[in-house]
T-cell receptor, first 112, second 118 residues
Framework: GQNIDQPTEMTATEGAIVQINCTYQ??????LFWYQQHAGEAPTFLSY????GLEEKGRFSSFLSRSKGYSYLLLKELQMKDSASYLC?????????????FGTGTQLKVEL | GAVVSQHPSRVICKSGTSVKIECRSL??????MFWYRQFPKQSLMLMAT?????????EQGVEKDKFLINHASLTLSTLTVTSAHPEDSSFYIC??????????????FGPGTRLTVL
């Protein structure tokens, strides 16, 4: 089966940098996604990693180590609007095709 | 591009009634659509995978007779919650995979449907 762990909550200061970690155990690994979700809304795509290393996209970066089953999402120059839940989702290739399994999400609160 | 819509956005119904939720891909053809359920402060849990023209594949623990899924065309999938009960109250989110664009494993999410069963 799949097992994905993220911290439940984090708090950071506006303008700072925050790193949200995600560890996973899965079979048929086929990539890892990070999504942002505001309360009552659908997840929005932030980043994708399938190979080891760092992917940078503006204020957001994501890192993957497949051998360690580990990823992190790095948010720079935090803004109040970044307060949201951040979901780590692992894509796996099964007999039925590609499937996403979501972690429980990390609720990030950005404070002044 | 790659926009997915859901209707309705919110629905309140009485216990015992059935509710249908529609999921549409607006600007692409979706060979595969997914239905998720999200309880408060929890993550998205995959309920079923729906392929156009074939029966949906349900995840373990999801009752196929209670959650009816129909994927009649490449742009529309429906989820019907039959004989809804208060414990079915949740946020239901669909997603779709674009056969022609993006990553093979990328899913585009709809805005979700908040179901409240009284």
């Amino acid at each position: 089966g799949q097992n994905i762990d993220q911290p439940t909550e984090m708090t950071a200061t506006e303008g700072a940098i925050v790193q949200i970690n995600c560890t996973y155990q899965t079979s048929g690994f086929n990539g890892l996604f990070w999504y942002q979700q505001h309360a009552g809304e659908a997840p929005t795509f932030l980043s994708y990693n399938v190979l080891d290393g760092l992917e940078e996209k503006g204020r957001f970066s994501s890192f993957l180590s497949r051998s360690k089953g580990y990823s992190y999402l790095l948010l720079k120059e935090l803004q109040m609007k970044d307060s949201a839940s951040y979901l780590c989702a692992v894509s796996s290739l099964t007999g039925g095709g590609n499937k996403l399994t979501f972690g429980t999400g990390t609720q990030l609160k950005v404070e002044l | 591009g790659a926009v997915v819509s859901q209707h309705p956005s919110r629905v309140i119904c009485k216990s015992g009634t059935s509710v249908k939720i529609e999921c549409r891909s607006l600007d692409f053809q979706a060979t595969t659509m997914f239905w998720y359920r999200q309880f408060p402060k929890q993550s998205l849990m995959l309920m079923a995978t729906s392929n156009e023209g074939s029966k949906a594949t349900y995840e373990q623990g999801v009752e196929k007779d209670k959650f009816l899924i129909n994927h009649a065309s490449l742009t529309l999938s429906t989820l019907t919650v039959t004989s809804a009960h208060p414990e079915d109250s949740s946020f239901y989110i669909c997603s779709a995979r674009d056969r022609g664009h993006g990553l093979d494993n990328e899913q585009f999410f709809g805005p979700g449907t908040r179901l409240t069963v009284l």
